[in-house]
């Protein structure tokens, strides 16, 4: 597989310091919720490395959200309409299809909002308008929120109570669970998060699906660089095993290793 080169189309802020980039190739990108692609701009040797962000728009125009934190975030974050970004994948597992019968429940945490944002839209374009539940740390933390609104049925919460419910997205889980039962879980987000949303949904009986937010060199499964211990003791590598897995493989049956 070769990266495909592709031109910045849009460059659209959607919080503090967090781009959408959009961009088009000679090809259509492909992809499903939960997938990723490596990305690099034209920038010479330094640094070397693609970077793995999440789709969250497929089709003529692929986009992922950028969060600038190192070096190769902020460059791609300061790329503008007309720059160059070379792109491989889609990769990696995504979500698996929702189980007919069940209400979708969306967990979102941070940056994790890529994936999810990504599905919403692709339930509710089914006619499907699942649940999303999406905590961060502050207001300025909530990126593609409006979209999630128009998708499904949205709860914010953060930290720090500066939008939505005051405290951790586990809460208006845990009380969701407690009031609605035949429901199944699709989360992303930091790895503690994603370890209690397990935890609840273990108790609750509710199945639930996990992507596994990871740094990668390669994103096929050579490097071995994102390998991330599972509940049997083996090791899991969430490029190529992932990054979307049964919470029960990688947090055990109880939700907690």
């Avoid at 986009?63 to 975030?73: I, N, P």
């Avoid at 890529?114 to 649940?131: C, D, M, N, R």
């Avoid at 949205?154 to 930290?159: F, G, H, K, R, S």
């Avoid at 996990?210 to 969430?238: D, F, I, R, W």
Wanted: proline letters at 6%.
């Amino acid at each position: 597989m070769d990266y495909l080169r592709t031109e910045i189309v849009e460059n659209a802020e959607v919080a503090p310091g967090t781009a959408l980039l959009r961009f088009r190739g000679a090809r259509s990108v492909a992809g499903r919720p939960g997938q990723f692609v490596m990305i690099r701009g034209a920038w010479g040797a330094h640094p070397t490395l693609g970077r793995a962000y999440s789709l969250v728009e497929v089709g003529a125009v692929g986009a992922v959200l950028v969060r600038a934190v190192g070096d190769g975030s902020q460059r791609l974050v300061a790329l503008r309409p007309g720059d160059a970004l070379s792109v491989l994948g889609p990769l990696g597992h995504g979500f698996g299809a929702p189980v007919t019968g069940l209400k979708a429940v969306l967990v979102a945490g941070g940056v994790g909002v890529a994936p999810i944002a990504f599905l919403a839209e692709t339930l509710a374009a089914a006619g499907a308008k699942p649940s999303v539940l999406f905590g961060a740390r502050t207001a300025g933390d909530l990126p593609l929120a409006d979209r999630l609104a128009a998708a499904g049925d949205l709860c914010v919460t953060t930290e720090d109570g500066s939008a939505g419910e005051r405290g951790l997205v586990t809460g208006p889980l845990a009380r969701l669970l407690a009031a609605q039962s035949e429901v199944q879980i699709f989360a992303c987000g930091p790895a503690p998060m994603l370890e209690a949303v397990a935890r609840l949904a273990a108790v609750a009986g509710a199945p639930c699906q996990v992507a596994l937010e990871s740094p990668m060199a390669c994103g096929m499964g050579t490097c071995k660089g994102c390998a991330v211990l599972a509940a049997n003791g083996n090791y899991k590598y969430v490029c190529s095993d992932g990054p979307v897995f049964e919470a029960a493989e990688i947090f055990g049956p109880g939700g907690a290793r």
